[in-house]
């Protein structure tokens, strides 16, 4: 007999593999594992990162590490930290144990499987479609890289671990936003410390308000014989009514360049600009891109002070993106160019 987590975990295995949701091509000349709709990626480089949105991204033939190798840090973090946290550790510690795996989700752009977890209470209020969250809610997320079955090609498995989220109701905590305390567990990325900045936290808070219908969360329970209610629909636009649209010669002078090397025929863009890191861009360009395709125009990501921006603009039957990334730690600017086409097929 199956738990409600190996339930869930087997669900969706049998989902990708019956039904073919995904599939994985391979391309030499490309520094990235391609995933489904065919995407031809072509990658710009500054100071040689193969990939500004996702620097820890394996080669494409690297192999997949076990999952349960991959947790051994995690739990080593647990056994041994000292520092304070964004959220107190002893709320989550062995989560991915003692907690109910509440839902999935898998971004094929990013090449990402992400598996959210929630504590008692949140598991409860999330399968009854009770919002808002009641204080003391947890959520923690594992996102790992989506990696082929090596005896069953076809399947897609959770591979290293990427990095741990984690989100806290607490209402009168300082760093909340909206009721809610954001953190990134560092301990898969080394360049993530013991503490988000004002403006990561900002960041976090400016994409989970598109689901303020759901009380900042995007997770919806996941449909099982086990009574869960039915997902709710955020019920509007209003992330992409946010954008505003405006000429090229309005934009900033970088910003500008971009677009004009992007799309040089393009007289004006739909713009959004909002507190913004690296993490912003790599959740947004899948979104991004779904834009420009739909709405046959240019459009635009990023922070006012131009050190974080995505651009999407639509070419031909894809779209063509670019990512521009300032790291003040590590004084390195990062660019990244490449395109995303429909699978014709499907």
Same mark, same amino acid.
């Given at each position: 007999? +199956?738990?409600?987590?190996? !339930?869930?975990?087997?669900?969706?295995?049998? &989902?990708?593999?019956?039904?073919? !949701?995904?599939? &994985?091509?391979?391309?030499?000349?490309?520094?990235?594992?391609?995933?489904? $709709?065919?995407?031809?990626?072509?990658?710009?480089?500054?100071?040689?990162?193969?990939?500004? +949105?996702?620097?820890?991204?394996?080669?494409?033939?690297?192999?997949?590490?076990?999952?349960?190798?991959?947790?051994?840090?995690?739990?080593?973090?647990?056994?041994?930290?000292?520092?304070?946290?964004?959220?107190?550790?002893? &709320?989550?510690?062995?989560?991915?144990?003692?907690?109910?795996?509440?839902?999935?989700?898998?971004?094929?752009?990013?090449?990402?499987?992400?598996?959210?977890?929630?504590?008692?209470?949140?598991?409860?209020? +999330? *399968?009854?479609?009770?919002?808002?969250?009641?204080?003391?809610?947890?959520?923690?997320?594992?996102? @790992?890289?989506?990696?082929?079955? #090596?005896? !069953?090609?076809?399947? +897609?498995?959770?591979?290293?671990?990427?990095?741990?989220?984690?989100?806290?109701?607490?209402? $009168?905590? #300082?760093?909340?936003?909206?009721? /809610?305390?954001?953190?990134?567990?560092?301990?898969?990325?080394?360049?993530?410390?013991?503490?988000?900045?004002?403006?990561?936290?900002?960041?976090?808070?400016?994409?989970?308000?598109?689901?303020?219908?759901?009380?900042?969360?995007?997770?919806?329970?996941?449909?099982? #014989? !086990?009574?869960? *209610?039915?997902?709710?629909?955020?019920?509007?636009?209003?992330?992409?009514?946010?954008?505003?649209?405006?000429?090229?010669?309005?934009?900033?002078?970088?910003?500008?360049?971009?677009?004009?090397?992007?799309?040089?025929? @393009?007289?004006?863009?739909?713009?959004?600009?909002?507190?913004?890191?690296?993490?912003?861009?790599?959740?947004?360009?899948?979104?991004?891109?779904?834009?420009?395709?739909?709405?046959?125009?240019?459009?635009?990501?990023?922070?006012?002070?131009?050190?974080?921006?995505?651009?999407?603009?639509?070419?031909? $039957?894809?779209? *063509?993106?670019?990512?521009?990334?300032?790291?003040?730690?590590?004084?390195?600017?990062?660019?990244?160019? /490449?395109?995303?086409?429909?699978?014709?097929?499907?």
């Amino acid at each position: 007999m +199956l738990s409600g987590r190996s !339930f869930c975990l087997a669900f969706v295995v049998a &989902l990708i593999s019956a039904f073919g !949701f995904v599939t &994985l091509s391979h391309s030499g000349n490309n520094t990235d594992t391609n995933l489904s $709709n065919n995407y031809d990626v072509t990658l710009s480089k500054v100071d040689g990162t193969p990939d500004a +949105l996702n620097p820890t991204s394996p080669e494409p033939n690297a192999a997949a590490q076990p999952s349960s190798s991959s947790i051994v840090p995690l739990q080593n973090w647990f056994d041994n930290v000292t520092e304070t946290q964004d959220i107190d550790p002893k &709320l989550f510690k062995d989560f991915w144990r003692k907690w109910e795996l509440v839902t999935t989700r898998y971004k094929p752009e990013g090449q990402q499987l992400r598996f959210v977890y929630a504590n008692k209470i949140g598991a409860e209020a +999330l *399968a009854k479609g009770q919002y808002p969250f009641p204080e003391g809610t947890v959520f923690a997320k594992i996102i @790992a890289h989506a990696e082929h079955d #090596p005896i !069953f090609d076809s399947s +897609l498995i959770p591979g290293s671990i990427i990095r741990i989220q984690v989100m806290l109701k607490k209402a $009168n905590d #300082p760093k909340a936003r909206d009721g /809610w305390v954001y953190s990134l567990v560092p301990v898969y990325d080394t360049k993530l410390t013991s503490h988000l900045t004002t403006n990561e936290i900002d960041a976090c808070q400016a994409c989970h308000v598109v689901a303020q219908s759901r009380d900042m969360v995007f997770s919806q329970p996941f449909p099982s #014989p !086990f009574g869960a *209610a039915p997902a709710r629909e955020v019920g509007d636009n209003s992330f992409q009514q946010s954008f505003k649209k405006m000429s090229i010669d309005q934009l900033p002078s970088h910003t500008r360049d971009l677009v004009k090397k992007l799309a040089p025929e @393009a007289k004006s863009v739909q713009r959004l600009t909002m507190p913004s890191f690296i993490g912003t861009l790599g959740e947004s360009r899948e979104v991004l891109a779904g834009f420009a395709h739909k709405q046959n125009a240019v459009y635009i990501l990023g922070s006012e002070d131009e050190k974080n921006i995505l651009i999407a603009a639509p070419q031909d $039957n894809c779209v *063509a993106l670019t990512s521009f990334y300032e790291d003040d730690a590590q004084d390195k600017k990062f660019q990244r160019t /490449w395109s995303i086409c429909p699978d014709q097929n499907q």
